[in-house]
């Protein structure tokens, strides 16, 4: 059999927050795809070949749930930067699995295929982001999604680390520890929904920026409450916390933390915003990086090697 290869290049995964609801667990989830970094993954079709790299073993389990005897090899030319708050494992999951589904012809559900891919746990919102781009919320499995006007930016921020700040919670440990949080009231979850669907989907929908910040605001703040404790506050390094104060104070709301960290993020409704903040921020201290990306509204692509 002739070796066969695509290319996939998938956005990275902003996470703007994360709210457990239920003991079952439930969880609001809410985040957004990246122009840069991207990753960039060369997927090949190949028979009789033994998986090595984890995202391999997920492709060639993939297609063994449709039949199919292929196994696939991947390259990573430009992988995403791992545990730094950019969804890099489901990307990589997802990225092998929908390029050899191209390679054999084959379509599936992308719901299907994160189960299968033994991702998407606490919420589908990473995987609609892979498909689709744009922004998306999972409320307890329900998803909502839309794109993003094209004149908004988002400002990454790489703090400074030290020696006392650890690396984010990922694996077993992550699980762990968000099992043993106990979910929010009623009142709490009804709040969250409401601000992750009404302000921040319907914001970008409509292109209202007011309220999309302020719903940002809001779920960051309800996240950090519910999970500060794991990190030590609002965030996961003792500069990314001093930077997001710093930002509070001079009115930007629509900022926080990705995920576990370290990255951070704040979102403007246009370039000139974002440049202005760009350039304040590189001259503040505990700041290792700051760079303005666009966000992404088409989601994972294909294309010949």
């Not at 809410?30 to 997927?43: D, F, I, K, N, T």
């Not at 489901?90 to 054999?104: E, F, Q, S």
């Not at 007011?210 to 703040?221: D, I, K, R, Y």
């Not at 505990?286 to 666009?294: K, L, T």
């Amino acid at each position: 059999m002739t070796d066969h290869s695509i290319i996939v290049s998938a956005p990275a995964r902003l996470h703007l927050g994360l709210v457990k609801t239920s003991a079952e667990p439930g969880f609001i989830a809410a985040g957004l795809s990246l122009a840069s970094p991207r990753l960039e993954m060369v997927v090949t079709l190949r028979r009789g070949v033994g998986s090595r790299h984890p995202a391999e073993r997920v492709a060639s389990s993939v297609l063994r749930s449709l039949g199919l005897k292929e196994s696939v090899s991947i390259e990573l030319p430009t992988p995403l930067p791992s545990h730094q708050g950019f969804g890099s494992g489901t990307r990589m999951a997802l990225a092998a699995a929908a390029g050899a589904l191209k390679l054999v012809g084959k379509r599936m559900d992308i719901l299907r295929m994160t189960r299968l891919s033994g991702r998407g746990g606490r919420s589908a919102m990473g995987a609609v982001l892979f498909a689709k781009g744009g922004l998306a919320a999972d409320v307890e499995g329900s998803i909502v999604h839309t794109a993003a006007p094209g004149n908004w930016r988002v400002v990454l921020i790489s703090p400074t680390i030290n020696g006392t700040d650890l690396q984010g919670l990922h694996g077993s440990e992550e699980e762990g520890k968000i099992h043993s949080i106990p979910p929010c009231s009623a009142r709490v979850k009804n709040r969250v929904e409401d601000e992750a669907v009404a302000g921040l989907i319907g914001g970008a929908a409509s292109g209202d920026f007011g309220s999309f910040e302020g719903a940002v605001a809001a779920l960051q703040s309800s996240a950090a409450r519910q999970f500060g404790a794991l990190q030590g506050g609002m965030a996961s390094t003792e500069n990314g916390r001093a930077i997001l104060r710093r930002m509070r104070r001079e009115g930007v709301k629509a900022c926080g933390q990705s995920s576990w960290g370290p990255t951070l993020f704040a979102i403007t409704s246009t370039a000139d915003q974002a440049k202005e903040l760009s350039n304040w921020l590189r001259n503040m201290p505990g700041v290792e990086e700051v760079r303005i990306a666009r966000i992404d509204n088409r989601g994972r692509r294909f294309t010949g090697r």
